[in-house]
C-alpha cells in the first residue's frame, strides 16, 4: 500500500500478528529450467511480542530459499552469520560468527588510504586452528590506548614501545 501525508512510504504489512510471522521482500531469478528461485530477501521478522527483527538473506546455490546472512536485532544489535548475536555487560553490538570449522570469523577494517584487498588494512581474527590474531597490514604503527592516552605500541618496524611513541626514547 502507499500513503500521502508527512511521509510517503510503500507499506508492506502481515495481517496475523502472532510470533513466527513476518513481512517479506523477495528477490527472485528465473533458473535455466525456467523456474522461479527466491535468491534474496529483506525481511522484518516477528520474534515475540512486539519485538521485530531486521534481516538480510541471500541464496548463492541456486536453490529456492534465500539463508539468513545478517540480522539487526530489535536492540540494535547486529549478528553476521548466526541469528542471535550474543552480547555481554560490555555491550557489544555486534558479533561476528563462522558457521564453519575450516573458515575464520573476522572483521576486516579497511578506509580509502589502505586499500581494500585482502592485505590491506586491520584485521581481527579467530582462525580456524581457534588462535585470535590481530593484523594491521599497513606500513603503520598498532597503537595501544587507555583513558585517551597511547600506552603502548608496536612500530612499523616490530619495535615493542610501552610509555613511549619512539624508538630508544627515555620514560
Known sequence: SSSSGEFNALTISQANNSSGNESRIRFKRTTDAGSDREVAAIVADRVGGNDTALVFETNTDGSDGAVERVRITQDGN???????????????????????????????????DSGSGASDGFLVTLWNDDNAYVYNYENTNLIFATNSTERMRIDSSGNLLVGNSTFGAED
Open 78 to 112: 547486529v549478528g553476521i552469520g548466526l541469528d542471535t548475536p550474543t552480547m555481554n555487560s560490555t555491550g557489544i553490538a555486534a558479533h561476528v560468527h563462522s558457521g564453519t570449522s575450516s573458515t575464520a570469523a573476522a572483521l576486516r577494517l579497511t578506509n580509502a
